[in-house]
């Protein structure tokens, strides 16, 4: 009697530790280049979207030595080359409610592979400008979706998954922003 007591027990362990699994992508990985030698003032687009995610992004611009610096926040007569505007647009999305219903189905066995997911669409949109002038506009969409079992920490996922959409617009922004060097330096004088 007792040895089933404790198979019994190893088998609901081991159903609920399977269904703690988590799938999020990889976050980018950043190479350090030469900074664009530009002081550039930033500010952002009074909406959710962009005071919840741009600060993470500049952050991680300066650990990627984008520009020579950044001024955030960026107040009138602050000594910038130019100034950025930046829109953050979009949201997340979850689907996978019927994944509770099949795992009951399988008393637990399909918590190892079906559980909900969040998929999330955001746009950036930066644009620079030198006085009234625009010199550059560069946009970005980044898509993201995270999976995870039903006894994961959801707070935990969303943490992750916050995070990972952050360093994915960042990384994508700079990549355009970087591919414009020579057009920015030149429009602005350096």
């Known amino acids: 009697m007792l040895k089933y007591r404790v ?20 976050l ?11 002081k550039v003032g930033v500010m ?5 979207p962009s005071t919840y995610y741009g600060p993470g992004m500049l952050k991680e611009w300066n650990e ?7 001024i955030y926040p960026y107040r009138e007569g602050d000594l910038v080359d130019a100034v950025m505007r930046m829109t953050i647009t979009g949201g997340w999305k979850g689907s996978g409610a019927a994944a509770g219903f099949i795992t009951g189905l399988t008393l637990g066995l399909a918590g190892t592979v079906v559980g909900p997911s969040l998929t999330g669409t955001h746009e950036a949109l930066a644009i620079m400008n030198k006085s009234s002038s625009e010199v550059g506009r560069y946009t970005v969409q980044v898509e993201s979706t995270v999976e995870w079992g039903m006894a994961a920490n959801s707070g935990e996922v969303s943490k992750k998954a916050d995070e990972l959409q952050k360093k994915r617009m960042a990384f994508e922004l700079a990549k355009k922003i970087r591919a414009d060097r020579q057009s920015l330096l030149s429009i602005l004088g350096k």
């Not at 952002?44 to 959710?48: I, Q, R, V, Y």
């Open 7 to 26: 198979f019994l027990l190893a088998l609901i362990f081991s159903l609920v530790s399977g269904c703690a699994w988590q799938r999020i992508p990889d």
């Open 28 to 38: 980018p990985v950043y190479t350090l280049e030469a900074p664009i030698p530009l």
């Open 64 to 70: 990627m030595r984008l520009f020579e610096s950044i």
């Open 44 to 48: 952002f687009a009074d909406n959710s």
